[in-house]
């Protein structure tokens, strides 16, 4: 058998999910010019399942993809420790604002538009590559520390279901657009929810949505309105009466009781 030379053997290696065969083949070809390492899939899911089965050094994600798309493989990636600290580069056809901040706020740490220029994806590619070497040479355990394994895939989706919500709380959301947004159904979610959560989807979007409130009472001078807003309610009379079955008081109480002890000696 051939030995690896001292090269081959530290190159990084790149993970791009697309499910576009010309341009999966381009990327993986000028990649591979570049001397980097690099695997591919076809799909969200079974880019999950190859970053979990030999974690890449980076991934190039396509956001829209049948299936698990490139968000919601972005979120399993980031609720699972053995993956959550792999850079993640967006793949995207579409220059819309709301997608590249949606992404970034999930994880991703840059965009790359369709069509490819091959200097901009060498140059963004290489800078997040040496990002990610700094930031585990300056975060490095002991030698002797076990690197971290794959959770159980119930508890991933748990995990990716939390942040989902606490991301979301102004939206309008549903258990059907969760478990889709995640790459599973409805009572898979429920079940796993339960399981890890101790409650069900909505008692936690729920409390989530009311301990939101809590602090825009405490710390901001929103009105009552603006807060029902941003808490995902229809009105400030619903968003009222669901805290204060939560709280024992309403709003205006909490929030007059909070300046109340912030003005004590």
Same mark, same amino acid.
Not at 51 to 62: E, G
């Given at each position: 058998?051939?030995? $690896?030379?001292?090269?081959?053997?530290?190159?990084?290696? +790149?993970?791009?999910?697309?499910?576009?065969?010309?341009?999966?083949?381009?990327? /993986?070809?000028?990649?591979?010019?570049?001397?980097?390492?690099?695997?591919?899939?076809?799909?969200?899911?079974?880019?999950?399942?190859?970053?979990?089965?030999?974690?890449?050094?980076? +991934?190039?994600?396509?956001?829209?993809?049948?299936?698990?798309?490139?968000?919601?493989?972005?979120?399993?990636?980031?609720?699972?420790?053995?993956?959550?600290? +792999?850079?993640?580069?967006?793949?995207?056809?579409?220059?819309?604002?709301?997608?590249?901040?949606?992404?970034?706020?999930?994880?991703? !740490?840059?965009? @790359?538009?369709?069509?490819?220029?091959?200097?901009?994806?060498?140059?963004? @590619?290489? +800078?997040?590559?040496?990002?990610?070497?700094?930031?585990?040479?300056?975060?490095?355990?002991?030698?002797?520390?076990?690197?971290?394994?794959?959770?159980?895939?119930?508890?991933?989706?748990?995990?990716?279901?939390?942040?989902?919500?606490?991301?979301?709380?102004?939206?309008?959301?549903?258990?059907?657009?969760?478990?889709?947004?995640?790459? /599973?159904?409805?009572?898979?979610?429920?079940? !796993?929810?339960?399981?890890? @959560?101790?409650?069900?989807?909505?008692?936690?979007?729920?409390?989530?949505?009311?301990? $939101?409130?809590?602090?825009?009472?405490?710390?901001?001078?929103?009105?009552?309105?603006?807060?029902?807003?941003?808490?995902?309610?229809?009105?400030?009379?619903?968003?009222? /009466?669901?805290?204060?079955?939560?709280?024992?008081?309403?709003?205006?109480?909490?929030?007059?009781?909070?300046?109340?002890?912030? !003005?004590?000696?």
């Amino acid at each position: 058998m051939l030995a $690896l030379t001292t090269t081959e053997q530290v190159r990084p290696g +790149i993970l791009i999910v697309d499910d576009e065969r010309e341009e999966l083949r381009f990327l /993986t070809d000028l990649l591979r010019r570049q001397l980097y390492h690099v695997r591919s899939a076809s799909d969200g899911m079974a880019g999950y399942q190859a970053a979990l089965a030999s974690p890449p050094d980076l +991934i190039l994600l396509d956001v829209r993809m049948p299936g698990l798309d490139g968000f919601a493989a972005c979120r399993l990636l980031k609720a699972n420790p053995a993956t959550r600290a +792999i850079p993640i580069i967006f793949l995207s056809s579409l220059d819309e604002p709301d997608e590249r901040v949606a992404g970034l706020a999930m994880g991703g !740490v840059d965009f @790359v538009a369709k069509p490819y220029h091959p200097a901009e994806v060498f140059a963004r @590619v290489r +800078i997040h590559l040496e990002l990610a070497g700094l930031r585990r040479a300056a975060a490095a355990a002991p030698a002797t520390a076990a690197a971290p394994s794959p959770h159980d895939p119930d508890e991933v989706v748990a995990a990716a279901a939390m942040r989902l919500i606490d991301d979301n709380l102004s939206a309008a959301l549903t258990l059907a657009g969760i478990a889709r947004s995640l790459g /599973t159904h409805e009572k898979r979610l429920s079940q !796993v929810f339960r399981r890890y @959560v101790g409650m069900t989807v909505f008692g936690y979007l729920g409390a989530a949505r009311i301990r $939101l409130g809590r602090h825009l009472l405490a710390d901001t001078d929103m009105s009552v309105q603006q807060i029902a807003e941003q808490t995902g309610f229809r009105s400030a009379a619903n968003f009222a /009466t669901a805290f204060r079955e939560h709280v024992e008081v309403t709003p205006t109480a909490y929030r007059q009781a909070i300046r109340q002890q912030a !003005v004590r000696p």
